[in-house]
Nanobody
Framework: VQLQASGGGLVQPGESLRLSCAAS????????MGWYRQAPGKQRELVAL???????NYADSVKGRFTISRDNAKKMMYLQMNSLKPEDTAVYYC??????????????????WGQGTQVTVSS
């Protein structure tokens, strides 16, 4: 399963962006989905996590500003980012782990990463 992240761009502080992550094939279920980011010179960090039971977890730095969601029918994941700050500048990556329909419709596990999309917050 390949994931394609999109929606990044250059915005001013206080503005919003919505990142999207599309799966390349039919997904049976997603156990865990997440958005991560990596700023220059820093390690990749978890931004938001969505679990199969509907619960979510957010990094303290984005709580109240970012929202992770999914559309199973469209095989899409989203990260709504509001009130963006310069410190949110990074390459954002999506990740998902679950089951997909493989050959002969057999269920197979996947754990995939998107290629990253650049988010730059600057005045």
């Amino acid at each position: 399963v390949q994931l394609q992240a999109s929606g990044g761009g250059l915005v001013q502080p206080g503005e919003s962006l919505r990142l999207s992550c599309a799966a390349s094939r039919v997904i049976f279920s997603i156990n865990t989905m997440g958005w991560y980011r990596q700023a220059p010179g820093k390690q990749r960090e978890l931004v938001a996590l969505g679990n199969s039971d509907g619960s979510t977890n957010y990094a303290d730095s984005v709580k109240g500003r970012f929202t992770i969601s999914r559309d199973n029918a469209k095989k899409m994941m989203y990260l709504q980012m509001n009130s963006l700050k310069p410190e949110d500048t990074a390459v954002y990556y999506c990740n998902a782990e679950g089951l997909y329909y493989g050959d002969y419709n057999m269920l197979r596990k996947f754990d995939s990463w998107g290629q990253g999309t650049q988010v730059t917050v600057s005045s």
